[in-house]
């Protein structure tokens, strides 16, 4: 069950690129296709894949393609989001890094790429970071109408009893469930973590009123809170939430007392090997993208300019060392361990 905007959104999206694909079948866009500063010698000359773990609908799949419909004319090539779910993102690694070092195959990476290079399911030294984008910001959201009112009365339930808290979110041994983790800790609380399939899965356990609480972005549950159906209890940010009037009063984890600020994080990389020319020109034009219309409106419409993201392939690539040293520690006194 999609929400009502991101159907909306997914649909403008899917109209642009349809639209924009027939001209890359076979010859670059006339848009922009005299413009060298996106290409290197004949490329692209194809159709540009970006591999992702995550199907339709999601925050990633909403990422690719709001950045790509740009992108796409920049480059004279559509580029197209392949979604190759499975294995817990094993199945979407091995599609890319059965692929040639070319340029014409990048893969989406985020916090899951880290949790898999720590667990030994991939290399990160076998890819070359282009581009992050994001830093997006979760919340935990209770229904309307329960006994969960503020996130105070949450944590204040979970000590009288210890682990009947159920918590909703995406996946098993995810990045959620770090955060979660992470959170139950700080709070000094227990609880039940209850995984589902995909976000849409999990906030409708919340609507049925089958789970507590839910941990997800903004985006994927914007719909709900704009009907009041759900109630957002915390903002996991070290960020002030301004410029959002239907979130001012939502407390932040540092206002809380919880030093817990890690954000879901979405960027772009190809294989390793791939000419350094074509990646200049990739982040060139994905960078471009983000600042037209078609990503600007998404980035507002799921607040994903609270914790700007942007960085280039060199701080990128720090970022990702940073990252997996953090999760390395955070794995190990968890104990997290990837899903059977």
Not at 264 to 292: C, H, N, Q
Request: proline share 4%; charged share 20%.
């Amino acid at each position: 069950m999609k929400t009502k905007l991101y159907r909306t959104i997914s649909l403008i999206l899917c109209v642009a690129m349809l639209s924009f694909s027939f001209a890359g079948c076979g010859e670059r866009s006339s848009e922009f296709a005299s413009n060298s500063e996106y290409s290197v010698g004949d490329y692209p000359a194809r159709t540009i894949e970006v591999v992702s773990q995550f199907g339709s609908g999601g925050g990633t799949d909403i990422y690719i393609r709001s950045i790509a419909v740009d992108a796409g004319k920049l480059l004279g090539q559509s580029v197209v989001h392949i979604s190759s779910k499975g294995g817990g993102g094993v199945v979407a690694w091995d599609r890319f890094n059965t692929q040639p070092a070319d340029g014409y195959t990048l893969y989406a990476i985020g916090p899951e790429q880290i949790l898999m290079h720590v667990w030994g399911q991939l290399d990160l030294d076998e890819i070359v970071p282009v581009i992050n984008s994001q830093l997006d910001t979760g919340f935990l959201y209770s229904l309307k109408g329960s006994q969960f009112t503020d996130i105070d009365s949450v944590v204040e339930y979970a000590k009288a009893s210890p682990g009947k808290l159920n918590v909703a979110y995406t996946n098993p041994a995810s990045f959620d469930e770090v955060l979660l983790g992470m959170w139950a800790k700080a709070a000094g609380i227990e609880i039940t973590y209850v995984p589902y399939g995909s976000g849409s899965d999990a906030i409708a356990a919340l609507m049925g009123g089958h789970v507590d609480i839910l941990y997800e972005e903004i985006g994927p549950a914007r719909s709900n809170i704009d009907s009041g159906d759900f109630i957002p209890l915390v903002a996991f940010t070290d960020k002030p939430l301004e410029g959002y009037d239907f979130v001012k009063d939502v407390p932040t984890s540092i206002s809380k007392g919880w030093d817990v600020t890690i954000g879901r994080w979405r960027g772009l990389a190809v294989k390793k090997g791939t000419d350094p020319a074509i990646i200049e020109a990739l982040y060139k034009a994905f960078a471009k993208s983000m600042e037209m219309d078609t990503y600007k409106q998404v980035e507002k419409d799921n607040m994903l300019d609270i914790r700007p993201g942007l960085m280039n392939g060199e701080e990128f690539s720090a970022f990702i060392q940073s990252e997996i040293e953090s999760y390395t520690a955070i794995i190990n006194e968890l104990g997290i361990k990837p899903a059977s």
